[in-house]
């Protein structure tokens, strides 16, 4: 099943292509990049200043249904759903579609100071986590292991950066370290 990374607001092109070269050395499936044509201005909430997901997320369904395969939506700009202060993502439970904002990863946003390499680890545990979802996986207990939940980034640092075996094993196309 290929992987597609569809960036939107999103400009860090080495980033990006580290993020590519991690997945495809960690799925057998194709990882590309797509073009999406979608107005994120419309699901800006003006009084928080950040962007509803879960409307970029059905935006992107009408955009891209025709894909089969997974869509991961990669952003910088906040992301929000109301009952929540902010989402680092969101995904459709055994779905297509998910999103993941790279905005509340950056080191600078908690410290001040920028850090690559911090952005980065962060950034593919919630690129898997999301992903993760799409596959039908709920959070997982194992701290160990990236599908554990992480509502602050305290928790995204704690957490594994791969799947534990149980969850590894459910994930299409992973190249998983246990077997
Ligand atoms: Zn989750
Ligand atoms: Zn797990």
């Not at 107005?39 to 369904?61: P, V």
């Not at 790279?102 to 410290?111: N, P």
């Not at 799409?134 to 305290?154: A, F, K, Q």
Request: hydrophobic fraction near 35%; proline fraction near 2%.
């Amino acid at each position: 099943m290929d992987i597609y990374i569809a960036p939107l607001k999103f400009s860090n092109a080495l980033l990006l292509g580290d993020i590519i070269s991690e997945l495809s050395n960690r799925f057998v499936s194709k990882i590309s990049v797509i073009e999406m044509q979608l107005n994120a201005g419309k699901y800006l909430s003006k009084e928080r200043g950040q962007y509803y997901s879960t409307g970029l997320i059905a935006d992107a369904m009408n955009i891209t249904g025709n894909y089969s395969g997974k869509i991961i939506i990669l952003t910088e700009i906040d992301l929000y759903v109301p009952v929540l202060t902010f989402i680092f993502g969101e995904a459709q439970l055994n779905g297509k579609h998910s999103i993941v904002s790279a905005c509340r990863l950056h080191e600078e946003f908690y410290s001040g100071k920028s850090d690559d390499k911090i952005l980065f680890e962060r950034l593919m545990k919630e690129i898997l986590h999301e992903l993760g979802h799409t596959y039908g996986l709920r959070h997982c207990v194992n701290w160990d292991c990236v599908m554990h939940t992480s509502p602050g980034i305290e928790e995204v640092d704690i957490k594994g950066s791969d799947y534990c075996k149980r969850c590894a094993s459910i994930v299409d196309g992973y190249k998983s370290p246990y077997f």
